[in-house]
């Protein structure tokens, strides 16, 4: 494909130099381009894609495009748009020849419920038949075959790559998570959905978000989009009815919108809602119909997101028996109230609780489900929302008999500043008893050792992740595996087959 060729999508300022010039790539990282790829500068957080245009130049790029006029060096072909990561996503849906226009495409946001909920739909469609991807947090996944990705939703011009790779095995559908950071940074730019879901929103990512509006707005985008595009077939939102801003979101949905929750306006709705240790049961009462669903995952935030996963198989029409037999079948999803079990005498649950809601949640299903004390571990992500910290202490102090505070990720934050940043949020609560231990290993082997019979000990804050980032490292680290490491310790050893594990 030429450069004019491919630009024809776009909105172009001005341009100069050879436009009739074969491509052979496009790419927005210098490092990663190869003799004649075309080279988009878009501009980043910690640096700005203009100022490496002349390494993608000597890696052999023939033509540039960029937000500002700029000196390039003779014979460079050129566009300039007024928004390149904009431009980026146009151009690489172009590229691999608009792949995700022959996949049903159904994104999922919210500030918690994405991962699980994205999990729970791919069960339904492919218990219907239909090879479906799997995009989010814990990577790329397509059938056995699983890609670790960098972001919960990929860069546009990876997206799109995946989306064709997609294709080529036969997918017929891709579920994926779409952050408000990538729908702020146009990640999903030439992606066209037929279907978006809605899980919550409270207060998360404010240090990337000013305020809930802009947040709010952010996830507005996807919503916005429905329908807007060339794309046939239906178009539908399934939008979380019990959540405050569901109904906005409902206002600026231009299709179909479809609502779940407990409440009796919701078209999608539990009763007689029953939770356990290993699972919950409720009654579906949908349009057309009512299903007794029994679930393996526990906690009323698992209810939501299986009403969630519920809808959006009936709006794409698969029988509500079969959506209602996929997901009882479902064990769990990594890192997501994850049993650790080696024949203690109590129970450890890793989990990825990171925002003050999913604590919230988690805290209090574990409660539910716990005869005994309910120990809590947890920190706060370094380099994010400080915000959230003290709203976190507060919570887990709560919900808790004991707690302990410790380092999430640090990143280049010292370990120390954010737990200090919890402790207030902990004192807040009167009854609150805590201690705090900068090491995460440690601070999971104390709670280990306190824990007694019938109680609960809940890592919160890594779930699936199986690093730590420490300054400008990346060390290896598991919850589980250290909960294992550890009880081995303790002296328990059983080999009780964990839903995850690789023994
Ligand atoms: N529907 C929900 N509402 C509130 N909390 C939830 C919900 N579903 C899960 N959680 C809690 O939030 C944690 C994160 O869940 P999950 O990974 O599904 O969310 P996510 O939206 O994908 O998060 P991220 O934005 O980090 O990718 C879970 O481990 C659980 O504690
Ligand atoms: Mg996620």
Redesign the pocket.
Known sequence: MTLAELSAVLDIIDRGGEQNIHLTGLHYDSRRVRPGFLFVAIKGFQTDGHLYINDALQRGAVAVVIERELDLPPGTAWIRVANSRQALGQLAARFYGYPGSSLRLIGVT????????THLIKEVLEAAGRPTGLL??IGFRLGTKVLQTER?TPEALDLQAIFRELLENQAQAAVM?V?SHALTLYRTEGTEFDGAVF??LTQDHLDFHQDMESYLNAKAILFKSLGQGVKKGPKYAVINGDDPYGSRLAELTPVEVITYGRNSACQVRAEKVRLAPDGATCRVVFPGGVLDLKLKLTGL??I??ALAAFAVGLQEGVEPATVATALSQVRG?PG??ERVDRGQPFTVVV????TP??LK??LQAARQVTAGRLLTVFGCGGDRDRGKRPLMGQVAAQLSDYCIVTSDNPRSEEPQASIADIVPGLEKVASAAYQRIVDRRQAIATALALARPRDMVVIAGK?HETYQLVKDKILPFDDRQVVREELAALGYTENRHDVYSND
Not at 110 to 117: A, P, S
Request: net charge negative; no cysteine; glycine share 16%.
């Open positions: 919210g500030t918690n419920g994405k991962t699980t909920t989010g947090t919960t998570e952050s899980t919550n935030f698992n939501y997101n999803v997501r109230f989990d990825y609780a990171h809601d999913g949640n988690i779930g």
